[in-house]
């Protein structure tokens, strides 16, 4: 490897901390001539002693002044953490669980929003040697004692006194639970009053015993169909994860600018990328800012009150953003203007790609002078409701689009999609910095290997894949693997430079009664960012042909009506609505030209209720639960099938 300056076009990261860029290229492995396997090697060396647990402390003697985390007031204002004050806070929430008897190795639960006693607690209990397990706040009780059951905590802190008090007439049925603290009650605070008598070095002892190999978390999996399981992740786990994670995003993590790096967390805790965001701020001395609501009238404050560098997001949420930034504009007149911004920022967008990756000139001088007239008018706007000072977005859960990414990218928001499961304690790939391709999620993370089975499932090897998954009737955790890949149930191929393509679920899979094999993902995925269409579900497993159940944005919907004045009206008085069915039609047939005839949407019925998670229809992470969509509207999904019925519009 040189670690001289490579040109622009290269994949660059920082070695040791000190910026000297190096060059790595991704080892590529053919079969038949298709790209079949692809590998980028680790970027730091693996941690063999040491754990989590230690990160604070490390912070804390190395910069003890630095800002790593900023806590919310009620009031809407921050106040910052330094590394030395979080450090006090573990060890004292550290000695306040070890006051209660807790002993290393107990599970302790933790059912909470995206708030700062989330970290704390989370490293709290690791200084301590215990094992935390994420409970989404919410689950229903069923999911919440299944987890409690599964995984025997003894303990379990809730965010809220409601969230307790409905888990009553369970706690008879989770006999190993023992405390049940609620942060709202300041039970948190307590439990470093109550660790006042417990010597400091009784931490210190615990920590010593902890190891790479030592079990972190149990994270259950969301559980689009049947009893989630839980995932074993250990401390080894996730610095493969969030060291090589580092490195290579060194921009987000590293700040090349006067402006200090920081990330305004507001995706679940709950979920993997959520808590591996949070570590991998904690071993950068990111400052780091948790926001508990994502509902845009309390979001939007606390962006431009603390002002990240870098957001976490899913796609939903920057498809919902953009169609939210093009209504205002229809409102304000000037759609014409957001419209033709948009294709500015798009064609920047890919001509920036086709420099980095060399197969073009990149923006040429009328396209920069474009870019630099629509930016005070659109983009700045855009990023100004971010909070201003947003220059990075990470964007996982489901494919972005080409078209979002190039957007994004072009008005000033560099955008690095990545793939991962529970199971590779987050990304397996990610978008590399200054080499990118639109469309796609990435080359391996560092330290990965990727492999397309020959049934076209991919498998992923790598030092952040997890130990196994929690058995409580087989002594703990049984393998995850038994050769080493571990089997994601994903669709996906290479391309020939390496960057993996998702197509979709393996289990997802339709094949249509004329034997056509039909994956939903990039159909339902492409409609989702209509601005009147919420959510999409494909059908059509053993079926003549290609149906769809379509749930309206009604915020969407009503903005589109206003500006035909119309007043607004319930979604089941729009099932009827001629003129919005058509405006329906024409975006399915945008869609059914990203695939063959037989794998079309021939026909669509518009549902008078969204999919939500309260309904049960979707997983705390955005997926469909597909079971539950069919078995509730089976009568519809059977009249997208009748011939002689109304129940759908479309067939072609």
Known sequence: MSTSHPPADLVVHSTAYDGTPVLVEPAVRRLDGEVREVSVPPFVPAVRHGSL??????????????????RR????????????????EVLVTAKGLIATGLTPGDRVAVMARTVYEWTLLDFAAWACGLVTVPIYPTSSLFQTRWILQDSGAVALVTETGAQAAALGPELDRVPDLRHLWVIEK?????????????????????????GPDTLATIVYTSGTTGRPKGCA??????FAEVDNAVELLYPVFRARTSEEASILHFLPMSHIFGRMVAVACIRARVRLGHAPSLKSEELLPDLASFRPTCLVAIPYMLEKVFNAARARAETGGRVSVFDRAVGVACRYGEAREARQSGTGPGPGAALKAARAFYDPLVYRRIRNAMGGRVRYMICGGSPLGRRLASFYAGAGIEVYEGYGLTETTGAATVSPPLKPRLGT??????????????????LL??????????????????PATADGWLATGDIGRLDDDGYLHITGRKKEMLITAGGKSVAPAPLENWLRQHPLISQVMVVGDARPYVGALVTLDMEGVNHWRRM?????????????DEELHQVLQRAVDEANKLVSRPESIRRFTVLPVDFTEDSGH????????????????KEEIEQLYDPYGQGGQGVR
């Open 186 to 210: 300041g039970h948190v605070e307590r439990l470093g009053e109550r660790g006042a008598q417990v010597p400091d070095q009784e931490v210190a002892v615990r920590r010593g015993m902890l």
């Open 73 to 88: 007031t009620e009031a809407g204002t921050w106040t910052d953490v330094t590394a030395a004050e979080f450090a006090a």
């Open 461 to 478: 090897a790598g030092g952040h894949v997890l130990r196994g998954y929690w058995d409580p009737n087989a002594g703990g955790v049984v």
């Open 233 to 238: 992740i250990t401390h080894g786990n996730f």
């Open 53 to 70: 647990a230690d990160l604070p402390f490390d912070n804390a003697c190395t910069a003890p002044e630095d800002r790593v985390l900023s």
């Open 618 to 633: 979707l997983t705390p992470s955005m997926k469909l639960r597909r079971e539950a969509i069919a078995e509730e509207f």
């Open 564 to 576: 035909r004045g119309r007043h607004p009206v319930p979604a089941e008085l729009l099932l009827d």
């Open 441 to 458: 999620v990435g080359w391996p993370l560092p330290g990965t290997k990727v492999r397309i089975a020959a049934d076209g499932e991919i």
